[in-house]
């Protein structure tokens, strides 16, 4: 019923910038909250960012200030602009959305996630 599809990874240099875009379909869900996620080689996937349909957010610390997530209802796309990227930010991003009205952090509190896109920070 609900297919999220992320694009717009690719290799960058440090310091460079990228926006990420996940278009989402399914005339039923609400998309109340919408987030992203990533998974660098070796680690855990890890919490980015999440919005809710009222444009308000809540960011890991180790993107704070550097990456913006933002939404167009009418759409139903979720963003994530990525300023000054860095090698640590090597990984490949998720997005995943849920029923609610809170900014979830949690991986487990969201129910539909989609295929990833690969985002390469390297000099």
């Known amino acids: 019923q609900v297919q999220l599809v992320e694009s717009g990874g690719g290799l960058v240099q440090p310091g460079d910038s990228l926006k990420l875009s996940c278009g989402a379909s399914?005339?039923?869900?609400?998309?109340?909250?919408m987030g992203w996620f990533r998974q660098a080689p070796g680690k855990e996937r890890e919490f980015v960012a999440t919005?809710?349909?009222?444009?308000?957010?809540t960011y890991a610390d180790s993107v704070k200030g550097r990456f913006t997530i933002s939404r167009d209802n009418a759409k139903n796309t979720l963003y994530l602009q990525m300023d000054n990227l860095r090698p640590k930010d090597t990984a490949v991003y998720y997005c995943?959305?849920?029923?609610?009205?809170?900014?979830?952090?949690?991986?487990?509190?969201?129910?539909?996630w989609g295929q990833g896109t690969q985002v390469t920070v390297s000099s």
């Open positions: 995943a959305t849920t029923s609610g009205n809170l900014l979830y952090t949690t991986q487990s509190m969201y129910d539909y």
């Open positions: 399914g005339r039923s869900f609400s998309y109340s909250i």
């Open positions: 919005i809710n349909k009222l444009g308000e957010s």
